[in-house]
């Protein structure tokens, strides 16, 4: 499982680079000259938009294939303890 995900990251990061290269080549022999201008901001603004749907997918793919047992002696903090608690960070007196 852990081979699959550390390929799956790897063809990605190749993926992006290739993309960019290819990006970038094709957009700075463009004929506008706006567009020959802003190739790098283009390029770098799209290949992070790609980085970033790339990594949501993994993380829906790995939350997906683990199966993580919640403690349910584990402490989490949320906003009602905070409230009823705050007399001890703040001196006041909760009611």
């Not at 290269?21 to 201008?37: E, F, G, P, V, Y």
Request: with cysteine.
């Amino acid at each position: 499982m852990i081979l699959l995900l550390v390929s799956m990251a790897m063809a990605t990061v190749i993926g992006v680079i290739l993309y960019r290269m290819s990006l970038l080549a094709s957009l700075s022999i463009h004929n506008d000259q706006n567009i020959t201008a802003n190739a790098m901001l283009i390029t770098t603004a799209t290949a992070a938009f790609i980085n970033l749907c790339c990594i949501l997918l993994f993380n829906r793919f790995y939350e997906s294939t683990t199966f993580i047992k919640q403690n349910p002696f584990e402490f989490k903090p949320n906003l009602k303890f905070v409230y009823r608690n705050r007399s001890v960070a703040y001196g006041t007196r909760a009611s």
